[in-house]
């Protein structure tokens, strides 16, 4: 949002899917996250199905594997306990690999660990292919309320700004030989710290100024144009509308005897 | 605490999103008595600042760690209606940006951090505060008191979702005792915190904590005839929008002071809760060094009772003595622009 | 009378108090300097101007209209405020969008507000950089940019607050003639007395919260008492010289 920052989480780029307008986007991750969430956790197929899916998004949209892995670490600690589940978990015991495991447990963790992961990865596109600003704006055109629009578009800016200081003080640190080695450090690192903060809010309150004295009341004045066709809602429904097609497809499937897929 | 996809059951699911739907929409029509709307970049700066609240992971016992929630200190620096708007937006925010937490699980996720904090803590601060009215040092005890309490109160929350609709077979009981317990833990770290955040702006600029508002002096006018005083003209909106939100300069410093200091010395090397229960089965050979920066959900299991680590209580002091400095720090700067 | 400031005293919430009572008028068309040391309470007054503000005792009015919470949106429209730094101005991705920007808060929309954006663009010479992120220019440019996006919202009276700091001596120059050439009202806080001379007719000088003198530029900078007694002092070697050239009437 502000001026000469470059996010981690986008990935700028002109592809279809960048270009789709945000609220397409953001309404057609949720549907897509709800449909994985509905899915029973007996229909593999459908999971390996949706994974192919978000496997297409991220081949139109440029997004390389290595991009999406590293930020999946957000999941990291989750997964640590979806591993602990069949550990402690109760209920009837089997053997995989030499451990007594639960088997409702298993069950628990293999639920957790696909829908969390495809949730993830749909989030992680949707960031990458979508400035922040224009996901905000995006939010604000599917009428999410005003006030939590401004809020979020203020908290996005103070990120900004916070980080942007942090990187100008940490080269100032670092250049007069600076090093965070141990707690005889703490005391540097607690000063500069409090500088950061001081500098980032007065830095934000002067671009609030300014905006204030431009006139703004509280909303972003929407000066492109956002709107958006019915072909490009379509397009960005192809996400969700396949997976429902593959859920109801596996459904039909696993009521099929003798088909052997479960 | 962020609850992914999948992790309950769709009733349950849809259920906390009615609560939380209902809950900022009451916030929503609540809030405008509490803020300005043109105020909003302060409930800006107050959902950074607890974004960068829960991005630490602190340690809570030996060997285990967890991150702070953010509500009760969101409720007594803008309100219990805004601090469920600034709860809402950070939750929605790490969803949507960050992937953290699931997108379905936004109505649990918002109702545990958002709603059940701010309302708990408000409560806890607002009964301790009206035995003791215009006290600062109430104030400061009904924050840390609110703060303690609402910490908890949010994972027997959880708790009792799990026992109603978790898609994980762990004994319910065991759940409860083991997220009440660790939640203690960051209670105590979440009420220093935000007792030493309270103070500090109160000590600065007592005006911006909520409800305790309205500190008008007589202004004075300097003419040809000498000086004489006058009543400031009444002021239909309490804080000017000048410099509306300096004094977080101290709170935020707090909390960049523990990312700072804390997360960098001791987050890297504890384990978090799930990883601890790893490592406690055997289940993982070497949990090894990691480093989340934030998103943990370090909250999660381990069952048994936790002895209060020597880290944490550094950790708690180190909190303690930047909090100091950082008002110091803030105090001599103002003085500074006033000369 | 296009602003008119009376009996101001304003408070801060924590209680220290920044303007003791300040009395100014400036007519249309003027350009005044208003000068003082650090602290003494330019920035806050200027705030009080536009309404960011709001006066603790005493009244601003603009063209008439009194600055207070019901005609804000208007007063914006009439004082258009240029920050010290640009980087505060300036946070949106291109140039064409932040100057559109106040234009866009006032509610102009499609061949109207590309028109005002394009024209305030060109009075500042920087119409080629349209497309272009504002942090990829130069800091003088930035500076003149952030002139535009005020001028795109046609103000009265517009407020520099420090215009000539860390600019070039060229950009310097530059700046003054796009300054010179605006037919609005301009009142410009400065330290930076010689750009005061050259550019100003009259100027007030601020300290302690109160105007402590007001006249015509030359009379004041060539009073080196008045001067010291609020901490401004003239560049070394620099003499104000007398009967300036540039300060031809242009009081309309």
Partial sequence: MGA??????????????????????????????????????ERFWAFGAYAVLLAGVAVVARVPPGFVIRRMVVELPFLLFVFA???????????????ELSREGLWASWNILAKATLGVVASILLAATTEPRAMILGAQRLRVPQLLVQIAMFMVRYLDVIMDETRRMRVARESRGFRARDLRQAPILAKSAGALFIRSYERGERVHLAM?????????????????????????????????AVAVLTTLLAHLPGLGLT | MHVPDGFFTASVSVAAGVVA??????????ARQELDDRAAPMAGLVAAFIFAVQMLNFPVAAGTSGHLLGGALAAI?????????????????????????????????????GIVTAAVAWGVFRLIVRAAPGNRAAVVAGSFVAALVSVPASALTFAALFAVGGTAPIDAGAVAAAMGGVHVLIGIGEGLITAVTVSSVLAVRPDLVYGARGLAKPLVLRTADGEREVAPQPVSQ?????????????GAGVVTLLLAGVVSFFASGDPDGLERVAEDKGFLGQAGEHQFGGFALADYGDVGGIPVGVAGVIGVLITLAVGVGVAYLARRRRAKAVA | MTLEVRDL?????????????????????????????????KTTLVMHLNGILTAGHGSVRVAGLPVEKGNLQEIRRRVGLVFQDPDDQLFLPTVREDVAFGPANL???????????????????????????????????????????????????????????????????????????????????????????????????????????????PDLLGNPTLLAAHRLELPYGFAVPQGVPDQAPHAR
């Fill in chain 1, 4 to 41: 000469g920052h470059h996010h981690q989480l986008y990935r700028p780029g002109d592809t279809p899917v960048h270009r789709l307008p945000p609220q397409c986007k953001l309404l057609a991750v949720v549907a897509f996250a709800i449909v994985v969430v509905a899915t029973p956790r």
């Fill in chain 1, 85 to 99: 589940i069949p550990v402690i978990g109760l209920g009837e015991r089997v053997e995989v690999l030499g451990l």
């Fill in chain 1, 212 to 244: 204030l004295s431009r006139g703004y009341t509280g909303t972003m004045p929407v000066i492109s144009d956002m709107s958006a066709g019915v072909r490009q809602w379509l397009t960005a429904g192809a996400l969700p509308l396949a997976a429902a």
């Fill in chain 2, 21 to 30: 739907a209902a809950g900022v929409g009451v916030a929503l029509r609540n």
């Fill in chain 2, 77 to 113: 620096l803008v309100g219990p209606y805004t601090a469920v708007l600034c709860m809402a937006v950070v939750l929605l925010v790490q969803g949507f940006f960050f992937a953290d937490g699931g997108l379905t699980a936004l109505g649990v996720n918002i109702t545990l951090m």
């Fill in chain 2, 238 to 250: 309490p804080a000017p929008e000048g410099r509306p939100f300096r004094p977080f300069l101290v």
């Fill in chain 3, 9 to 41: 005293a304003y408070a801060y919430p924590d209680g220290t108090q920044a303007l003791f009572g300040v009395n100014l008028s400036i007519s249309r068309g003027e350009r005044v300097a208003l000068l003082g040391p650090n602290g003494a309470g």
């Fill in chain 3, 107 to 217: 509610g102009i929309r499609g061949a109207e507000l590309e028109r005002r954006v394009t024209e305030a663009l060109a009075r500042v010479g920087m119409l080629e950089v349209i497309d272009r992120p504002p942090h990829h220019l130069s800091f003088g440019q930035r500076r003149r940019v952030a002139v535009a996006t005020v001028l795109a919202m046609d103000p009265e009276i517009l407020v520099l607050d420090e215009p000539s700091s860390n600019l070039d001596p060229a950009s310097r120059r530059e700046l003054a003639e796009i300054l010179r050439s605006l037919d609005v009202t301009i009142l410009m806080v400065t330290h930076d007395l010689p750009y005061a001379l050259e550019l100003c007719e009259r100027s007030l000088i601020l300290s302690g919260g109160t105007i402590a003198a007001d006249g015509p530029t």
